[in-house]
């Protein structure tokens, strides 16, 4: 190891190459030229006393040293990036920007309120609010400071904050043959005409586990990735969905009739993640609090 202390920048340069593979579009994304950065790699490269990179055809992989001070550049970056936030939240408590991942179907019709309420709290901060299904993986590759989770599983990286458990109903149009129902049994739902998200949805991957184990799938006569377009068709009476219960009393509609399902319900869980080692500002543990208070009301 040399005697200079390794530089920020030359981690910046480093992890530039790293995600693009290729010296000259790493150069163009930096804004410096391709003889520059080479030489600042051979630099870095002579102060950890070995390669990063092995050139294999014409391509540029990691060397065992390069895979290493990745994976530490990853964590030293982050660590940078907590202190700048940290210290930017004590020069002004209120400002700065949060971004926040949620089911798409949520974004749509659950937390128009919550985000009217938090801008009245907080002018100043700059709420991103960015629809995902995969709400876990943004959260872990920092794409978003907090996620509104849907049935998360343990992980030693996230801190999880349980908000509520949610059932899911049946939901059909006034016209619908069902529409003079309060409730049914679950084996009811068999081979009765739903449109629903497509497989691999968590919201139809919910219901279909739980109807699993009563033997049989669901009818699935129409498919589509959005909660407006399946309301519209449920509507139209095209047939019916089973959608979380509270989702649909936010709609509000008239024109929509809620049936219970009695014995073993479909339901998710939703909870709060954030990553451990995230810095959180006062205006995120703010915005938290309001989440719990919101949902769990």
Known sequence: MGSDILEIRHLHYFMAVCEELHFTKAAERLGISQPTLSQQIRVLEDEVGMPLFDRIGKKNVLTEAGSMLLSYGT????????????????????????????????????????VIDFHQKFP???LKIMSSIEIV?????????????????????????PLCR???????????PMANRESIDI???????????PEGFFGREIVEDTVKKHGFQLNSVLETSSV??????????????????????EMNDPTLHIIHIQDDAPSRSLSIIYRVDRYVSQATKALIEQIEVYFQG
Do not use: F, W
């Open 75 to 114: 964590e030293i970056l982050d660590t940078l990036q907590n202190v700048k936030d940290a210290i930017k939240d004590l020069q002004d408590m209120k400002s700065g920007h949060i971004r926040i991942g949620i089911m798409p179907s949520d974004l749509d019709y659950r937390i128009t309120q919550l």
């Open 124 to 126: 100043k901060v700059k």
């Open 137 to 161: 993986r943004q959260v872990l590759e920092n794409e978003v400071d907090i996620g509104i989770g849907i049935n998360v599983l343990p992980n030693d990286r996230l801190v999880t904050i």
């Open 166 to 176: 949610e059932k899911y109903v049946l939901t059909v149009s006034k016209e619908h």
């Open 187 to 197: 084996a009811e739902l068999k081979n009765l005409p739903v449109i629903m998200y």
């Open 228 to 249: 407006t377009s399946i309301i519209n068709l449920v509507k139209a009476n095209i047939g019916a969905t089973v959608q979380p219960y509270p989702l649909i009393i």
